[in-house]
């Protein structure tokens, strides 16, 4: 086996260091010892001894004994003591066998390094950012925070029933009371929400000793489709779980305040979760009744009850269900029976119980499955450790608290526990040592009443802390503390302007930054461009010379490059709003995110400071918030929405006509009378039963087809594609909340191919180039893949495609969420840029090479730092003939355009109506437009050298193109029958000689005089000046003179 690949974390400064103890050794856990052989050997001292075990057949295995170990090592290697590789030796023979040979060598390696890593990981304290109060519209204590994963957002829900969505970037985005009858909710309370995560449901239990299940897919607020009531008692804690394997195996756990824990195990959840009656098709939004009596008896098929009653009447406070265990944990505060696990057998239906007994109680337990662990949060100011088949007495007793501990959860990657006390102080815990390695005190309000929730999200290292109605948040920094941050706040977009040949990126705290390309030097920065706002998207203009910011403040500032706003867009009419999109055209300025109509900015309207949107002719179409939109020229547009429906629009009447989407297509018939709330009913009814195979589906067809989220969150257009239209292809690209790609042929209106970019991370985004040849997707982890598109689709299917594309390359440059992507192609090599919400932006290839920050301390080479891979030049030419080819449409729209110059949406008016332009990006347009028309006058040239024509995909592409008709035979002149009687010489003649012409003062009438041509005055000044002049020249001289002497 080869050693190379395990030690890449190795490989930085480490090659090419010829001392032993330099930068190439591996650091040790402690400075002041001794430095190990082991941990100073590098990835070149490790090839070297690979070599010496690389036998000379392959069947063979070279093996050494400890002499010739350490002889060999010696020699080969070039420094260390016998001594040294002798203890080495050692410590790969673990069994003493007297030899060792390349596998031993690699494995006990291995298993060194894991080990160093994960005691690295153990000891690492992170590091918070300051406690932050999110503002929430709770007026009671909140009973829960969940994160979906499917749709990247969190939900919280309090007391009186009020339910909070909020966005990945937690910004609350609308609350809504979780059931409409209003007059039910003042007599009873919400004890706790679960997410059914496999079947994009959540259950919400009642003080009504009733569970709810609510879909998250409907439009509008949550319906209700089941509920289940006739509980003994009432649930006031739940969990829920679910196979990954296989998702319609999942386990609803809760318990009550009688003691008794029960679960409910569904056998088929995708499929459906109760038995429906055989009329629930016909309302498919009716919601079905389930009583707890029937569940017992057995009369559901697809479920069966567990439950139990150890803990003899007190509160159960926690309740979940471990998989590795296959067991039900339960907690009370008391200190009898205090912790229970009833462990599933297949074979019996009864369960088997042990429990625990913990002093004085418990409030709440958390389990780590690797680690085999349960942490009890004690009423005694202990926080406990107890081996699940060991009731006797904890593994370990965490000492530190001074109040009561009211919470604990494992951080589960690093090996370490949370710990929260009544006395609003956090204690982060080393499980190995048992030892505090921090502590924070919360600033609450220091009201002794109260009732406090604990939930850490690991996946994006965040700890959400909350007592009663307010929700605060404990952010974890980067882990890398030297990672370079081009931003101090979180980046959420990037540009890149191809006439500057700069990269523009915005973030959090309302910066504008401007950076080199070439270098990644920061050139200037614009600081409070919308106050304490953030900048949540920008855009340029199409002259590339004004740039466009959008902030939550609900305004759209236009700038230029100096740092002066020309304009202000009062998008959200004096309202906060999320603006996700700009979209900039010919004429108008479309705005999306946050709500389900277009706003639109006109041209005419740009001749003041203030402007004021206007009202989309079309109306509204959508069902939820436009998220994105995208122009497919000549005249449509794409607008996709968080429901996952993408609608084409004309943009030139503005109207509606078609509605795609994953699992439907509809035409749209809107007329200028109908009403927008009418639009929108029509709306929901149609996707509600999108189509007649879709109803023959039965009751079960909501849970069969919502396995993930269609939020539609970027829209590409593939320009490039120029024959679409007569050969089929794809020439829209969709991605969102799934994780999905798909490609959508506008023109047939047909949906050609998805595929699974990113699995299990939410929301992902994405970018393509110019040539769309390449498409780049990144996702909430910070990961980013790039794919060969460039075949992929081009031809219509009547299957869709369910194969993804080639994928060229897959890294993760960044450790929390990308927010933007771009590409772009300086000097001719084709860049990816990305920002994201760990405060950099990155900069990298295609082809992997290496991945450069802005803002580093060192400045790169873009000629150097980037270069193309060697490949076959027979290849490359064939490719770069066709990408002549391909781009001959575009550059001949823009050879016919180059005498008149576009006009900018933005370009400000004089007086006379007239437009003008930033003076230096005028002569770079200029520069540009001329390199491209000599481009393509050397490609045309070899376009009809090659004898290849192709059709134009223009406005004329009706009209037919074939081969010319052939001529009549016409005569031959005369000249050509007997050219010798029109051509041949003549004898020459003498030819008479021509005269001279005159001189020219012989043909003037009259001699010049200077005194003719101009006045009398002007002629006495000038011969005054003259006089004056020579006269003060010589008294100059005569001074100088005299000072000379």
């Not at 700038?559 to 304009?567: K, R």
């Not at 509809?666 to 200028?672: D, I, P, T, Y």
Request: proline content about 4%; glycine content about 6%; overall charge neutral.
């Amino acid at each position: 086996m080869s050693y190379q690949n395990a030690l890449e974390l190795n490989k930085g400064p480490q090659l090419g260091s010829k001392s032993p103890r330099g930068t190439g050794s591996v650091a040790t856990d402690e400075d002041h010892h001794p430095a190990l052989l082991e941990n100073q050997l590098c990835v070149g001292d490790f090839l070297k001894i690979q070599s010496a075990f690389e036998p000379s057949e392959p069947c063979q295995t070279i093996c050494m004994s400890r002499e010739e170990f350490m002889q060999r090592m010696t020699e080969i290697v070039g420094w260390g003591t016998k001594e040294e590789y002798g203890e080495f030796f050692d410590k790969v023979d673990v069994a003493q066998d007297g030899f060792i040979n390349w596998d031993k060598l690699t494995s006990f390696m291995l298993l060194a390094l894991h080990e160093n890593d994960e005691r690295a990981k153990a000891t690492v304290v992170p590091q918070w950012k300051d406690l932050e109060l999110l503002p929430t519209k709770h007026k009671d204590i909140i009973q829960k925070v969940i994160f979906l994963k499917s749709s990247s957002r969190y939900l919280t829900i309090s007391k009186e029933g009020l339910l909070g969505i909020w966005g990945e970037n937690l910004k609350l985005q609308e609350t809504f009371p979780i059931t409409s009858d209003a007059t039910k909710l003042k007599h009873l309370w919400v004890t706790s929400m679960v997410s059914l995560e496999n079947i994009n449901k959540i259950a919400v239990a009642f003080t009504s000793k009733e569970i709810c299940f609510y879909d998250l897919l409907s439009k509008g607020e949550f319906p209700c489709q089941y509920k289940l009531q006739g509980l003994k008692g009432t649930p006031i804690c739940m969990e829920y779980w679910y196979d990954v394997l296989d998702a319609n195996e999942s386990i609803l756990s809760f318990g009550d305040i009688t003691g008794k824990v029960q679960a409910i195990v569904f056998t088929t959840a995708l499929i459906s979760l109760f038995e429906r009656p055989a009329n629930a098709h016909e309302d498919e939004e009716a919601t079905v009744t389930i009583n707890w009596a029937e569940l017992l008896s057995g009369y559901h098929k697809c479920c069966y009850i567990l439950q139990h009653n150890l803990h003899h009447g007190d509160w159960v406070r926690q309740v979940t269900y471990s998989a590795s265990l296959d067991a039900i944990i339960s907690s009370t505060t008391n200190n009898t029976n205090t912790v229970v696990l009833a462990w599933r057998e297949k074979s019996k239906k009864p369960l088997k119980m042990t429990s625990f007994n913990v002093a004085e109680g418990i409030h709440a337990f958390d389990y780590h499955s690797r680690l085999n662990l349960i942490a009890t949060a004690g009423i005694n100011n202990k926080v406990c450790l107890w081996n699940p088949y060991v009731v006797s007495k904890p593994v370990g007793v965490l000492w530190g608290h001074s109040a009561s501990v009211i919470a604990v959860q494992f951080f589960a990657a690093r090996k370490q526990l949370f710990s929260f006390s009544k006395d609003k102080v956090l204690r982060l815990w080393d499980i190995q040592h048992q030892l505090p390695i921090q502590r924070i005190a919360c600033s609450f309000s220091k009201s002794q009443d109260f009732r406090c929730l604990f939930h850490f999200d690991e996946a994006h290292g965040r700890l959400f802390i909350s007592f009663n109605n307010q929700l605060g948040l404990l952010a974890m920094e980067s882990e890398a503390g030297k990672r370079v941050k081009s931003h101090k706040k979180a980046v959420t977009c990037v540009l890149y302007n191809s006439v500057l040949k700069q990269v523009i990126s915005c973030d959090e705290g309302s910066t504008v930054a401007f950076w080199m390309i070439d270098t990644g030097q920061k050139i200037k920065q614009f600081t409070g461009c919308h106050g304490n706002a953030e900048i949540s998207t920008m855009a340029l203009d199409a002259n590339e010379t004004r740039l466009l910011t959008g902030s939550t403040d609900g305004t759209i500032k236009v700038w230029d490059f100096n740092g002066y706003c020309h304009h202000t867009l009062n998008v959200g009419q004096e309202g906060a709003v999320d603006i996700s999109q700009i979209l900039v055209l010919k004429e108008t300025i479309l705005v999306t995110g946050w709500e389900r109509a277009i706003t639109v900015f006109r041209l005419q309207n740009f001749n003041q400071y203030f402007i004021q949107p206007e009202k989309w002719k079309g109306g509204i179409q959508h069902c939820d918030d436009i998220l994105c939109a995208a122009f497919l020229p000549p005249q449509t547009l794409v607008t996709g929405s968080y429901d996952g429906e993408i609608i084409l629009w004309n943009n030139n009447t503005e109207n509606a006509h078609y509605v795609l989407h994953p699992d439907y297509q509809r035409l749209l018939k809107s007329k200028w009378d109908t009403e927008p709330q009418k639009l929108l009913s029509a709306g929901r009814s149609h996707s509600a039963c999108p189509s007649e195979n879709q109803a023959t589906l039965g009751p079960c067809s909501f849970e069969t087809n919502t396995t993930y989220n269609n939020a539609v969150v970027r829209l590409c257009i593939l320009e490039a594609r120029k024959n679409t239209a007569e050969t089929g292809g794809a020439n829209l690209v969709s991605c969102g909340g799934s994780g999905y790609v798909r490609f959508w042929d506008t023109f047939k209106k047909q949906l050609l191919a998805e595929f699974l970019a990113h699995g299990g991370v939410g929301s992902i985004i994405m970018s393509t180039d110019k040539s769309n040849q390449y498409l780049a997707t990144g996702d909430l982890d910070g990961q980013l893949k790039i794919w060969n598109i460039e075949e992929y689709c081009l031809n219509s299917s009547k299957s869709k495609i369910t194969q993804a594309p080639t994928l060229i390359r897959s890294f993760r440059p960044h450790e929390a969420r990308i927010s933007s992507l771009e590409m772009c192609k300086p000097g001719g090599r084709l860049l990816i840029i990305s920002s994201s919400a760990d405060c950099s932006i990155c900069v990298t290839d295609v082809f992997g090479a290496p991945v450069w920050i802005f803002g580093q301390e060192k400045h790169w080479q873009i000629e150097n730092s980037f270069s193309l891979p060697k490949r076959d030049t027979n290849v490359m030419k064939s490719e770069s003939q066709e990408e002549s080819v391909r781009e001959i449409p575009l550059l001949s729209k823009e050879e016919s355009c180059l005498d008149l110059p576009e006009r900018s949406l933005l370009d400000k008016k004089n007086k006379d109506g007239s437009t003008y332009n930033v003076r230096p990006s005028e002569v770079i347009n200029l520069g540009i437009k001329y390199k491209e028309r000599n481009i393509l006058k050397k490609k045309t040239h070899n376009l009809y050298k090659g004898e290849f024509i192709q059709k134009s995909s223009s406005a004329f592409r009706s009209l037919s193109i074939g081969a010319l008709k052939e001529l009549p035979e016409v005569t031959k002149p005369a000249f050509l029958w007997d050219p010798e009687k029109y051509f041949r010489e003549e004898p020459k003649e003498e030819c008479s000689q021509i005269p001279e012409p005159p001189l020219l003062s012989e043909t003037l009438n009259a001699v010049f005089d200077e005194k003719n041509l101009f006045p009398k005055e002007i002629l006495d000044r000038e011969r005054r000046a003259k006089q004056l002049y020579q006269e003060t020249s010589s008294e100059v001289k005569i001074k100088r003179n005299k000072k000379q002497l």
